[in-house]
């Protein structure tokens, strides 16, 4: 069984700031994939950025990073210079060998980002 | 090219008729996943196709819930005798599955369908 754990339900950010969006999983599976999407009000689910188990450095996507800390289980995403459009609910998810694909989503963060 | 479709946008009914959900994936991708998100929760796993086979089924919250995938495209979310926790949204997405061990795929999400149990 695995989980992923969000435990910010809601975070207020300055415009042009940086954001850690906290996310820690547990999974018995060797290999897996962590993603990160966003939902805007709008109520589409995209796709930010990707990190597998393996991979030996953290995943970077323009002004989204992954902080990834394997030891720890926690893999952290860092919106840096923060911009209005990034008001949305974040999601973290994975996938391991067992799930047949499907991601396990975590609760999500809403992030408000203010002028 | 297009993305994943999802109809209807908003489904209205009431509590004990049957409602089909409908979603169109990307041409040419043989995954397909349904979630369903209930107000304010995260993204909760319901089924996964794979051509027209399911081999993973175990979201699914009752035997009321079933879904079928004809031509490897098409796909119906089907729920029988609704009751008003099956509210919520909707979601399909798919996915092109790459060779070799690898998670990335990335599921591509349709916009879903808003469905309220009165």
């Known amino acids: 069984a695995q989980k992923i754990t969000q435990t910010q339900p809601g975070m207020f950010v300055q415009e042009k700031e940086a954001v850690t969006l906290d996310c820690t999983y547990d999974?018995?599976?060797?290999?897996?994939?962590l993603f990160w999407y966003k939902q805007p009000s709008s109520g589409e689910m995209i796709f930010l950025i990707y990190q597998g188990s393996y991979d030996q450095q953290n995943a970077t996507e323009g002004r989204y990073s992954l902080n990834f800390q394997k030891a720890r289980k926690s893999a952290n995403l860092v919106i840096s210079a923060s911009q209005l459009g990034d008001s949305a609910m974040y999601f973290c998810a994975i996938r391991s060998t067992d799930s047949w694909g499907k991601l396990q989503f975590g609760a999500g963060t809403q992030v408000v980002v203010t002028p | 090219g297009a993305g994943v479709s999802q109809s209807p946008s908003n489904k209205v009914t009431e509590k004990g008729k049957d409602v089909e959900l409908r979603c169109d994936p990307i041409s040419g991708h043989t995954a397909l996943y349904w979630y369903r998100q209930s107000l304010g929760q995260g993204l909760e796993f319901l089924i996964y196709f794979q051509g027209n086979s399911a081999p993973d089924k175990s979201g699914l919250p009752s035997d009321r819930f079933s879904a079928e995938r004809t031509g490897g495209s098409v796909s119906t979310l089907t729920i029988q005798r609704t009751q008003q926790e099956d509210s919520a949204v909707y979601l399909c997405a798919s996915s092109q599955p790459t060779s070799g061990a690898s998670f990335r795929d990335e599921q591509f999400f349709g916009p879903g369908t808003r469905l309220t149990v009165l």
């Open positions: 999974t018995s599976d060797p290999s897996y994939g």
